[in-house]
């Protein structure tokens, strides 16, 4: 690599190298490095390197800023500006700056453009409380069968807030790819400022099912029973509320809705289609447009009806009670051939995936197969990608997840041919715009910081007043045992696990271990190493919980005791707890080989909520204060 392209690397936030999980020092190869740099769309040669480094060196503004909302910016152009508000507005002047309200503006000055992102400096932290989690997709039990859909989803919100709940939370609820029978992670989405209508209730019956969802039944069966219900939604004459929301979301839902069109006719993934139907722009995407009239009509309509639903869910979770209503969660990147990269394919990086660096239980590294956000456009824009995605989210809840928010300050990129190295984002930016989307919406932010987290990020959340995450079964004290409920840090969600961890009762017995052993990823030497160390961990967790509770160590309202009386401001109970059900949701490093995302609730909405044991952990939070 040449000295101007080594420079440029950096310069585009491509870190030189970094520190594995082990102490191992990595350098990123220059090929990974020129390989990320033509995913950014930045030259990879010398001279294009060089010409580029020279424009960014004759910069007189920077190319965005943070403010505190409703102040004068600590910012002075040099000669005359020119001032475009969030709302459209416009002003022009010289010297100091006007006082700007909440959003992001752009500040035009010698053929400059500096993105001003006004926000507040910190959001206020939630009252002590709790909610409970439970995955929308398996809130039918077998002998309901189907999925589970909006409306559970308000049923069970229904039922939930007079136990005193918070919030009720879920897996992502993002638009998926419906002519894909095999598409079953909620965290590998087509869109994620679209919702996914697979959960769209129908009113059409589902006969009994098997314990595990059959998706490759389901979505046709889904699909099939959307279109009856678009038909009799025309034959009665539409609706004018229709109407007025398509209007309102102008091209962008057309766009949308011309893929999934696409989809039916040439496959879920756009780069299996013709090129020529690659742009959205394009001619042969123009006369498809007019061709598919029909069922782009219908994709809108569904578009609708998912909005539509998920905020009566919301509003039942409001009306019975619940501070925060729904806690709705954002996967961390999106599918490289989705609708949401072919609608808006230049705010991602293309010939480069989301990752995680090599570990001690992935050699090589790990490739998620989700497009990342490109830095440069989001900056160019305003991050107006960033905003929308989250906007979106917030107006159908009060509670956000942000999942593996490590990614906003580095995220490991993995190109195509080469290893994979970190690239640092802008992270103050980036935090900036979730404060101002959050306080916009009145709502509450959380992100999942699990992992190797990069130094400063931490106490740059605890600035911002997004919350962190903290499972029980991982935390520790200076003493190497389990954190006592007195110390948990106070601005996080406290839970035990997540949905790619085991269940309470499944790690007490080490079913994941006995899963992956199954499976053939780890020995039999290796297993039972890994059942001894679970042992000492159940024991050492059992001798922390005995101190807030004198029922049984197993006993899922001692580990709701432990949780209830820790520090952290809100505490997540989850249903296959409540349930004490054996297998996780999730197992990673799987596909097929596990039944991911298949897992059924043995209970449904109603039943849940008038579950015994549901009470009990209620009980139990109310007694811890909350």
């Not at 029978?181 to 869109?191: D, F, Q």
């Not at 200076?478 to 409920?485: C, F, N, T």
Request: aromatic share 6%; net charge negative; glycine share 10%.
């Amino acid at each position: 690599m040449t000295e101007a392209t080594a420079r440029l690397a950096e310069r585009a936030g491509i870190l030189p190298a970094y520190t594995d999980v082990t102490g191992r020092t990595r350098d990123t190869a220059p090929e990974t490095a020129a390989a990320l740099l033509s995913a950014m769309g930045l030259p990879e040669n010398e001279a294009g390197a060089a010409a580029h480094l020279a424009a960014l060196r004759e910069r007189h503004l920077p190319e965005w800023q943070v403010t505190e909302a409703d102040r004068v910016p600590d910012l002075q152009p040099p000669g005359p500006w020119s001032l475009t508000f969030e709302d459209g507005r416009t002003t022009e002047g010289t010297g100091a700056l006007p006082v700007l309200p909440l959003g992001r503006h752009r500040l035009d000055a010698g053929g400059e453009t500096c993105w001003l992102l006004a926000a507040p400096r910190t959001l206020p932290l939630p009252a002590r409380g709790w909610g409970l989690m439970a995955p929308l997709y398996g809130l039918r039990p077998p002998e309901r069968g189907g999925l589970g859909d909006y409306a559970d989803l308000a049923d069970l919100a229904r039922g939930l807030g007079p136990h005193g709940a918070g919030f009720l939370g879920l897996n992502p609820v993002h638009a998926g790819f419906p002519t894909d029978p095999g598409a079953a992670s909620p965290y590998t989405p087509s869109h994620r400022r679209r919702l996914s209508t697979l959960h769209v209730a129908t009113g059409r019956a589902s006969p009994p099912a098997d314990t595990r969802i059959d998706y490759a039944k389901l979505i046709p069966a889904q699909e099939a029973a959307l279109d009856d219900a678009f038909e009799a939604f025309r034959a009665a004459g539409g609706d004018p509320a229709f109407d007025a929301w398509r209007a309102a979301e102008g091209h962008a839902l057309d766009r949308f809705a011309l893929h999934q069109a696409l989809s039916e006719r040439h496959g879920p993934t756009w780069d299996d289609w013709p090129a020529e139907l690659h742009d959205p722009d394009g001619a042969a995407a123009r006369a498809a447009r007019a061709e598919l009239a029909p069922r782009i009509d219908r994709h809108a309509w569904a578009q609708w009806q998912a909005e539509v639903q998920l905020t009566a869910a919301q509003d039942a979770a409001r009306a019975a009670g619940m501070a925060h209503g729904l806690y709705l969660d954002l996967a961390v990147g999106t599918h490289p051939h989705g609708a949401e990269t072919w609608e808006d394919p230049s705010s991602f990086a293309t010939g480069a995936a989301l990752g995680a660096p090599p570990d001690a239980f992935a050699a090589d590294g790990q490739n998620w197969h989700l497009a990342p956000f490109n830095p440069r456009t989001l900056v160019a824009t305003g991050f107006a990608a960033l905003a929308e995605t989250l906007a979106r989210q917030l107006r159908l809840s009060g509670l956000l997840r942000i999942d593996h928010v490590l990614g906003f300050d580095r995220a490991f990129w993995v190109p195509e041919d080469a290893p994979g190295a970190y690239v640092r984002m802008p992270r103050d930016a980036m935090l900036a715009v979730a404060r101002i989307e959050a306080a916009r919406a009145g709502a509450t932010i959380v992100g999942e910081d699990l992992g190797n987290i990069p130094e400063g990020l931490g106490h740059a959340l605890e600035d911002s007043g997004i919350l962190g995450c903290r499972l029980a079964m991982f935390e520790r004290g200076p003493d190497g045992e389990p954190r006592a409920p007195g110390d948990y840090p106070e601005a996080v969600v406290a839970s035990f696990s997540t949905h790619d961890l085991p269940t309470w009762r499944g790690w007490r017995a080490g079913r994941d271990i006995d899963a992956r052993a199954a499976l053939g990823h780890v020995g039999p030497d290796a297993a039972a190493d890994a059942h001894r160390q679970r042992a000492e961990d159940v024991a050492a967790l059992d001798r922390v919980t005995a101190r807030c509770s004198t029922l049984p160590g197993d006993a899922p309202d001692r580990l709701h005791a432990h949780l209830g009386a820790s520090a952290a401001r809100l505490v997540a109970v989850q249903a296959e707890t409540v349930l004490e059900m054996d297998d996780q949701p999730n197992l990673p490093g799987t596909v097929t080989e596990y039944p991911n995302w298949r897992q059924r609730l043995s209970e449904g909405p109603a039943d849940l909520a008038a579950e015994r044991r549901l009470a009990a952990a209620a009980r139990t939070m109310t007694d811890s204060g909350r």
